[in-house]
């Protein structure tokens, strides 16, 4: 696990939460640093703060998803939702805004690295075809009449979790506890979240293809 982090003081407190879960961690602080250790140790998942020297997160996250995907948690000191956006846009699966507690970033790794498990173990030679709308699950390809989208990793798994239940409205919830994978009882779920992605998945596919079911959820609309 790679955590990048320039405050030494916090990147040390997470580095220490995460051993003590069992995880062999790396740390960089700067932007260069990162993407070098990304490159040579090759991290199941990266933990990664979007101010730092040299380039920011969101540079960093561009160019080792360019790599290869890995599963990014990223770390804001604001909420604004443009923000977010931008974060989720260049292939962060998550986020979390400052100050959070250890706790909670524990989850949300172990919520993350459980996902992309199951992910892989239902991985094989399926194919999804709604309407304009093919999914390659095997190779995770996805196109819409003709043209590729460039997904990242939650986007996929979202997209396919709706696409096995065309127009059945899924309720935010349900979406975080079954793609995501996170305890919504626990109070660290949050429906930006599953918003945010909503958002991304019409940007890049059309903004016809997921209904919004307002106070409930969201379905998938193609044609069946």
């Known amino acids: ?22 995880f062999t961690v790396e740390l960089a602080h700067d932007g260069p640093a990162a993407v070098a250790a990304e490159a040579a140790s090759g991290p199941d ?12 997160g969101l540079e960093v996250c561009r160019r080792i998803q360019a790599r290869r995907p890995v599963p990014v948690l990223m770390l804001t000191a604001r909420a604004d939702e443009t923000d977010l956006l931008v974060g989720l846009g260049v292939g962060a699966d998550d986020y979390l805004t400052k100050p959070f507690s250890l706790r909670v970033l524990t989850a949300r790794v172990h919520a993350l690295l459980r996902r992309i498990e199951r992910s892989a173990a239902q991985r094989g030679p399926e194919r999804i075809v709604l309407g304009d709308l093919e999914i390659d699950i095997d190779e995770r390809r996805v196109t819409r009449g003709g043209e590729p989208a460039q997904l990242t990793p939650i986007e996929f798994d979202l997209l396919v979790h709706f696409a ?11 979406l975080l506890a079954e793609v995501w994978d996170w305890d919504v009882h626990a109070g660290s779920a949050t429906t930006r979240a599953v918003d945010s992605h909503i958002k991304a998945l019409r940007r890049k596919l059309g903004a016809d293809l997921i209904r ?13």
């Open 1 to 22: 696990m790679l955590v990048v982090e320039d405050d030494l003081t916090i990147a040390a407190s997470i580095a220490a939460r995460l051993r003590a879960e069992g």
């Open 45 to 56: 998942l990266v933990v990664l703060d979007v101010m730092l020297p040299g380039f920011d």
């Open 164 to 174: 096995r239940r065309p127009r059945s409205v899924q309720p935010r919830e349900r």
């Open 212 to 224: 919004t079911v307002h106070g409930v959820g969201y379905a998938l609309e193609v044609p069946v």
